[in-house]
């Protein structure tokens, strides 16, 4: 299907892991490669993972991405309070000839 | 580092119309697909439209087809959004994004942002 579907929040303690899943069908994930967005509070969106599991220089190896058949998932290890924001996934749709992006997750840290 | 700054939102009655502008500066302009993706206040990331690199290919969202165009200025290095019969669900934050390389077409590196409201 056109859509992807994220959770839309997830939480964790400091130095905890946690990943969040993207769902999405065969005209996008499934034949199309991921990149996850991290969005701060008041913030332009940065891109943390593309190409499924490539980090863009800069972004710490703690943060990690990968993709099987149509869902792919963003893990976050060693949670810090920084990584308090909206978490989005986004791939190209061959249906709807256009980039899909995730419905975003919120991302808590307790 | 890449730079890009957005500008030319603003206040707009519905079925107005408005150009946004995004000024590229810090790489080689006419060597990156662009994109324009949108934020409505509190919600998701939407995408609006890209372009190759010179101008020749550009896809549009369902929700934008036939009102707003995009286009480049590779001699100003500058993307443009013209947007037309503008309506209440086009208000948003709307964000200039280039490619993530040369061979990468997907969203890279972003502005941030010029806020376009839609009322009367």
């Known amino acids: 299907q056109s859509v992807l579907t994220q959770p839309p929040s997830a939480s964790g303690t400091p130095g905890q892991r946690v990943t969040i899943f993207c769902s999405g069908g065969?005209?996008?994930?499934?034949?199309?490669?991921v990149n996850w967005y991290q969005q701060l509070p008041g913030t332009a969106p940065k891109l943390l993972i593309y190409?499924?599991?490539q980090r863009p220089s800069g972004v710490p190896d703690r943060l990690s991405g990968s993709k099987s058949g149509t869902s792919a998932s963003l893990a976050i290890s060693g949670l810090q309070s920084e990584d308090e924001a909206d978490y989005y996934c986004?791939?190209?749709?061959?249906?709807?000839?256009?980039?899909?992006f995730g419905g975003g997750t919120k991302l808590t840290v307790l | 580092e890449v730079q890009l700054v957005e500008s030319g939102g603003g206040l707009v009655q519905p079925g107005g119309s408005l150009r946004l502008s995004c000024a590229a500066s810090r790489f080689t302009f006419n060597n990156f697909w662009m994109h324009w993706v949108r934020q409505a206040p509190g919600k998701g990331l939407v995408w609006v439209s890209r372009i190759d690199r010179d101008g020749s290919r550009k896809d549009y969202a369902d929700s934008v087809k036939g009102r707003f165009t995009i286009s480049r200025d590779n001699a100003k290095n500058t993307l443009y959004l013209q947007m037309n019969s503008l309506r209440a669900e086009d208000t948003a934050m709307y964000y200039c994004?280039?490619?993530?390389?040369?061979?990468?077409?997907?969203?890279?590196?972003w502005g941030q942002g010029t806020l376009v409201t839609v009322s009367s």
């Open positions: 065969s005209s996008n994930i499934g034949n199309n490669t």
């Open positions: 190409s499924n599991i």
């Open positions: 986004a791939a190209w749709d061959d249906s709807l000839n256009g980039v899909l």
């Open positions: 994004a280039r490619a993530i390389s040369e061979s990468k077409k997907g969203c890279g590196f």
